[in-house]
């Protein structure tokens, strides 16, 4: 049997506001941040991560989607770094992945730095929370209704997308192997993923439960947060679910986070 393999890859870099991504701490300074997604590599298949962010978007944003996406301009455009070679079908490709060799995509939220090549995977399994799914169509707060952009998931209303809701935990493959697992805060369906690798042990790969390892520790959520109470209480079951399985717990906007995983094609197994 094939052992599980991770990989890492890097959609774009992100230069955020440190006081906005860590409860107004330093301001007036930036953090160099950057949108991965992963590839879990399962002996009974392949599943994806997130899909980065979307070059297309940053190109054109007011023509983004059917009603375009002008507001990203505004408020994240001359932040962000991106490449085409940064798409995710680019970036799958460089390691030998063609979007048909992906069977499964999990979604951890859909902010639009975790969304951006989803409608490159038709025949792929979605896999997203249902009050993420329910949230995103319509947010009700006005810092968060700018991170979902509907030129991204717009796609999971089409009968070509295969969508599967879940409401808490998800055993992938059912060996226990990928586990998602609910981590609402950030935003309402906001879900961590859990991948046990035979020699680098149990990786909780926590996308934006916090920005950075200190804002883990020091229970610092952004101001934009979906609801800060959740949030903090999501923090507290991972620090738990890090002791009590020995885990290594990796956020994906930490750039030192990040760069614990090999350079692709190298992966962590």
């Known amino acids: 049997m094939t052992k599980p393999e991770l990989y890492a890859m890097n959609s774009a870099d992100w230069e955020y506001e440190y006081s906005a991504m860590m409860r107004n701490q ?34 054109d944003p007011a023509d983004y989607g059917p009603y375009g996406a002008g507001y990203v301009e505004e408020f994240a455009a001359d932040e962000i770094e991106m490449s085409e070679d940064g798409k995710a079908v680019n970036r ?9 060799d992906i069977d499964i995509v999990v979604m951890t939220h859909l902010h639009l730095d975790h969304t ?24 009700a707060d006005p ?36 586990e998602c ?15 046990e690798l035979e020699e680098a042990g ?19 959520q952004p101001a934009f947060a979906w609801d800060t109470e959740h949030a903090i209480r999501s923090n507290r079951m991972i620090r738990n679910l890090e002791r009590t399985e020995d885990a290594t717990v990796l956020l994906a906007h930490d750039r030192e986070h990040f760069e614990e995983f090999p350079d692709p094609p190298e992966s962590l197994v």
């Open 181 to 195: 697992i609910p981590t609402p805060g950030h935003s309402p369906g906001h879900q961590a993923v859990k991948v």
């Open 143 to 178: 810092i968060q209704r700018k991170l979902y952009v509907e030129g991204d998931f717009g796609v999971f209303q089409s009968p070509e997308y295969d969508v599967t809701a879940i409401s808490g935990e998800y055993d992938v493959f059912g060996d226990g192997v990928v």
């Open 116 to 139: 951006g090549d989803v409608r490159e995977f038709p025949d792929s399994e979605f896999v997203v929370q249902q009050d993420e799914l329910e949230y995103a169509w319509w947010p």
């Open 26 to 59: 330093k301001p007036g300074e930036t953090y160099p941040s950057l949108t991965p997604f992963y590839l879990v590599d399962h002996p009974e298949g392949t599943v994806l991560i997130d899909t980065g962010t979307s070059y297309e978007l940053l190109e």
């Open 92 to 100: 799958l490709a460089e390691i030998g992945y063609e979007p048909d």
């Open 202 to 220: 149990t990786v909780i790969l926590a996308a934006d439960l916090a920005f950075t390892q200190r804002a883990y520790e020091d229970e610092l």
